[in-house]
């Protein structure tokens, strides 16, 4: 298999941490390497709390979903910048879920997502979102753990 052919399709979980920035720079050197169709999505996450409160905060919601729109847009314009080309979504629900969801809809071949170092109890009190991942991309997972320098991209 050539270089050229390994990744056609990148997808690139983006949330404006500075994980998920690492994320998006090493997911877009990886889309110029191989030359290969890069989505980003964005995903506003719903919990049970936003779900109950949904009818009584409808205006924190909007702010939220606004919120959202602009790091889904810091995003776009920083691949943009970079020279790449990039289609993406903002979707609702659990993250892991709806990056796998979104993964096997556009034929992603490689997921790229940020991954912030967390203690032993926050890791368990948040679930198995990349044990979930890992169960349910189809394609390779790279999972980005530092920061990749603008002048590097």
Same mark, same amino acid.
């Given at each position: ?30 889309a ?9 999505l ?34 776009? &314009? $920083?691949?943009?910048? @970079?020279? *790449?080309? =990039?289609? !993406?979504?903002?979707?609702? +629900? ?8 979104? &993964? $096997?809809?556009?034929? @992603?071949? *490689?997921? =790229?997502? !940020?991954?912030?170092?967390? +203690? ?19 394609g ?14």
């Open positions: 298999m050539g270089a050229k052919s390994m990744y056609r399709r990148i997808l690139l979980a983006y949330d404006g941490s500075r994980e998920g920035r690492a994320a998006l720079r090493e997911g877009a050197l990886v110029r390497r191989f030359d290969a169709r890069l989505f980003l964005c995903v506003i996450a719903e919990s049970a709390g936003m779900l109950i409160g949904e009818a009584a905060y409808a205006g924190a919601l909007a702010q939220s979903a606004l919120a959202y729109r602009q790091v889904f847009d810091e995003g776009m &314009a $920083r691949l943009k910048a @970079a020279g *790449l080309q =990039v289609e !993406g979504e903002i979707r609702e +629900g659990g993250p892991a879920e709806t990056i796998a969801t979104y &993964a $096997r809809e556009i034929g @992603a071949d *490689l997921v =790229v997502v !940020g991954h912030r170092k967390r +203690g032993a109890l926050d890791r368990w009190w948040s679930g198995g979102t990349g044990a979930y991942l890992l169960d349910h991309v189809q390779s997972l790279l999972i980005a753990q530092h920061d990749v320098a603008d002048e590097e991209r």
